[in-house]
């Protein structure tokens, strides 16, 4: 990763009990899903912030609507793959900037169904070719098939979570109202 040292290399302390079979962080790839992740994201951010004062979510959610002439709540949340209560807070910021509107359906109340406004698609718009061109330049140095081979390889990562996460892999539970969660339990 880039890190000088100026001396001899010393482990922390207990890594000399760990085995040398386990992979590191950086080589595995969710993490590296991650760092690619983490170094475009400050890319886009700024471009939606600091250009069209909106967030990445509101981008995210405003680009998804800006695809269909009306969503419900839960189905810009699904395909925006948010949670409901972002989502929510995120649509309400674009409804008081004008950008998207919520209507209730006129069958069931319960359900509000998501479109984007006029000034919304024309914001939509006007980001959408430069998020492409600046999607493209990260990628420039990957040939056309490397990014059809990438896009298809994370297509199927996707689905294979998906699945592990329906068949319950993972029986654990995070516990965000306990800080350290299970940790603090074995100190």
Request: aromatic content about 6%.
């Given at each position: 990763?880039?890190?000088?040292?100026?001396?001899?290399?010393?482990?922390?302390?207990?890594?000399?009990?760990?085995?040398?079979?386990?992979?590191?962080?950086?080589?595995?790839?969710?993490?590296?899903?991650y760092r690619a992740w983490a170094a475009g994201?400050?890319?886009?951010?700024?471009?939606c912030e600091g250009r069209f004062n909106i967030?990445?979510?509101?981008?995210?959610?405003?680009?998804?609507?800006?695809?269909?002439?009306?969503?419900?709540?839960?189905?810009?949340?699904?395909?925006?793959?948010?949670?409901?209560?972002?989502?929510?807070?995120?649509?309400?910021?674009?409804?008081?900037?004008?950008?998207?509107?919520?209507?209730?359906?006129?069958?069931?109340?319960?359900?509000?169904?998501?479109?984007?406004?006029?000034?919304?698609?024309?914001?939509?718009?006007?980001?959408?070719?430069?998020?492409?061109?600046?999607?493209?330049?990260?990628?420039?140095?990957?040939?056309?098939?490397e990014v059809q081979a990438l896009g298809v390889?994370?297509?199927?990562?996707?689905?294979?979570?998906?699945?592990?996460?329906?068949?319950?892999?993972?029986?654990?539970?995070?516990?965000?109202?306990?800080?350290?969660?299970?940790?603090?339990?074995?100190?």
């Amino acid at each position: 990763m880039g890190i000088k040292t100026t001396g001899p290399v010393r482990k922390s302390v207990g890594a000399a009990d760990l085995p040398d079979c386990l992979p590191t962080l950086d080589e595995m790839l969710m993490f590296k899903l991650y760092r690619a992740w983490a170094a475009g994201n400050p890319i886009f951010t700024r471009l939606c912030e600091g250009r069209f004062n909106i967030t990445r979510r509101e981008w995210r959610l405003l680009a998804i609507a800006g695809q269909y002439d009306s969503l419900t709540s839960t189905q810009l949340a699904h395909v925006a793959a948010l949670d409901a209560p972002r989502t929510s807070r995120a649509v309400g910021s674009l409804c008081s900037k004008g950008l998207l509107e919520r209507s209730r359906d006129l069958y069931d109340a319960r359900t509000v169904h998501i479109s984007v406004t006029k000034r919304g698609l024309n914001l939509y718009r006007e980001i959408m070719p430069l998020v492409a061109s600046l999607n493209d330049v990260i990628f420039q140095d990957l040939g056309a098939e490397e990014v059809q081979a990438l896009g298809v390889m994370l297509d199927r990562i996707v689905s294979r979570a998906g699945r592990m996460i329906e068949d319950d892999l993972v029986k654990e539970r995070t516990h965000r109202s306990r800080p350290g969660g299970h940790l603090k339990d074995t100190f």
